[in-house]
């Protein structure tokens, strides 16, 4: 039976770096809502119509699952609502693996300012806020977390 493979973790923290390797690795199906914006409109900057974007994630994390691939879901699912949301369209995978990448936020703040796409940071401090509040709890769904350490 297919595994699903949950990324989170803040803007900046390494998971597509991480995460892409992981789907190659293991020959997963890679879904990341970053990819599907840029379907979208034509730009993964464009931070618009969340609902519509999960959701296409979420029913080809179904579909993969349904057809016995295993998932590596890229996102931040930083608040509680996001993850039992993705862990919900992964329900028949025998296995929900959530993958933390804890990065240290200064060092998140500052692969940010590297990168093509620039979160602003504000944003990530609200996110960095607002995944203190939340942080991933067993009875969200998932077999099993992961916390990956990042320096």
């Not at 923290?13 to 789907?23: D, F, H, I, V, W």
């Not at 809502?33 to 931070?47: H, V």
């Not at 979420?58 to 879901?73: C, E």
């Not at 944003?123 to 998932?142: A, C, D, H, R, Y």
């Amino acid at each position: 039976m297919a595994v699903a493979y949950i990324g989170m973790g803040l803007p900046g923290a390494g998971k597509t770096t991480y995460l892409l390797k992981l789907a190659q690795l293991i020959d997963a199906h890679y879904i990341c809502a970053d990819d599907i914006r840029a379907e979208i409109y034509g730009s993964a900057e464009i931070q618009k119509d969340h609902a519509r974007v999960w959701s296409i994630v979420h029913r080809r994390a179904s579909a993969a699952i349904d057809s016995g691939k295993d998932v590596v879901i890229d996102g931040t699912h930083i608040k509680k609502a996001d993850r039992k949301a993705t862990i919900k369209s992964c329900k028949a995978a025998s296995k929900i693996h959530i993958i933390w990448l804890k990065t240290p936020y200064h060092l998140c703040l500052k692969r940010n300012l590297a990168r093509d796409r620039v979160v602003p940071e504000d944003v990530i401090t609200k996110m960095k806020w607002q995944l203190e509040q939340q942080p991933p709890l067993n009875s969200e769904g998932f077999n099993e977390l992961e916390i990956i350490y990042s320096s």
